[in-house]
Nanobody, 111 residues
Framework: HVQLVESGGGSVQAGETLRLSCITS????????MGWYRQAPGNECELVSS???????YYADSVKGRFTISRDNAKNAVYLQMDKLKSVDTAVYYC??????WGQGTQVTVS
């Protein structure tokens, strides 16, 4: 069955760094577009970044230049390097495959 397991969230100070990881199984990872979404309390869920099977990447304007998405097809894993974190980045971050399969989420809190 499909599994997406996020890790790496936590509580940090503004300006610090976190690296989220998502380890997956149960679907054709190499052929999938992997994305990181986030949802802050009271806000809609938003796409933060994505990495398609051909390497095409997308970043929301709010994170361009600070976040970097990467993938390791050999490990069926996708990562989100988050630098220069801001308080507005506080949210639950979800790993998503093909806008269809979702992980359980990991909390990121920036103060």
């Amino acid at each position: 069955h499909v599994q997406l397991v996020e890790s790496g969230g936590g509580s940090v100070q503004a300006g610090e760094t976190l690296r989220l990881s998502c380890i997956t199984s149960g679907f054709a990872f190499d052929d999938s577009t992997m994305g990181w979404y986030r949802q802050a309390p009271g806000n809609e869920c938003e796409l933060v970044s994505s990495n398609s099977w051909d390497g095409t990447t997308y970043y929301a304007d709010s994170v361009k230049g600070r976040f970097t998405i990467s993938r390791d097809n050999a490990k069926n894993a996708v990562y989100l390097q988050m630098d220069k974190l801001k308080s507005v980045d506080t949210a639950v971050y979800y790993c998503v495959a093909d806008q269809k399969y979702w992980g359980q989420g990991t909390q990121v809190t920036v103060s």
